[in-house]
């Protein structure tokens, strides 16, 4: 089995900062790529940013700028450094991980709990 553990969420003002981790436990044999998602109230989930094996990134539009995404291969750990935050940035936070199980052929999608961000104006 494969586990994704997300922890930094909470409440914070707008113009603050906030830092969420994750990390991936459990019979893994490699990580691709590493990722958060988003999902307000209401709405679909939606990519906030993404890290290849590599280190290549891809940010949504909302938060270039604002959030940096970057992993520790050696922790099997994705962050993300959010500053700036405003109230629109309000959400679910769902860390994702690409992940080829050991014993196993191809790899799955994993999602982690959820941790929630609460930006107050």
């Known amino acids: 089995q494969v586990q994704l553990a997300e922890s930094g969420g909470g409440l914070v003002q707008a113009g603050g900062s906030l830092r969420l981790s994750c990390v991936a436990s459990g019979r893994i044999f490699s990580i691709n790529a590493m990722g958060w998602y988003r999902q307000a109230p209401g709405k679909q989930r939606e990519l906030v940013a993404e890290v290849t094996s590599g280190g290549s990134t891809n940010y949504a539009d909302s938060v270039k700028g604002r959030f940096t995404i970057s992993r520790d291969n050696a922790k099997n750990t994705v962050y993300l450094q959010m500053n700036s935050l405003k109230p629109e940035d309000t959400a679910v936070y769902y860390c994702?991980?690409?992940?080829?199980?050991?014993?196993?052929?191809?790899?799955?999608?994993?999602w982690g709990q959820g941790t929630q961000v609460t930006v107050s104006s």
């Open positions: 994702n991980g690409r992940i080829q199980a050991i014993m196993t052929f191809h790899e799955y999608d994993y």
